[in-house]
């Protein structure tokens, strides 16, 4: 079906600009309509385990937490 969802962590953005780091959150969408959605990729690279990935922007995916987002 293309569905994803995965624990996250990263940056809130509003209206183009970084608000605030978030962490603990699980994001979910849909692999097509995500890989539509991608408004910029960053350049900066971290590795993680055996995989190096960078900040990827998106315009729109379903966000939870456990936290208030106003």
Do not use: C
């Not at 183009?16 to 780091?21: D, E, F, L, S, W």
């Not at 995989?51 to 208030?68: C, F, N, P, R, Y």
């Amino acid at each position: 079906t293309g569905d994803y969802s995965r624990g996250a962590a990263g940056f809130w953005v509003e209206n183009g600009v970084i608000a605030y780091p978030v962490e603990e959150i699980t994001i979910a969408g849909n692999m097509k309509d995500m890989l539509n959605q991608m408004i910029a990729i960053g350049t900066d690279a971290i590795k993680n385990s055996s995989k190096l990935t960078g900040s990827i922007l998106i315009e729109q995916m379903t966000v939870a937490t456990g936290d208030s987002i106003d």
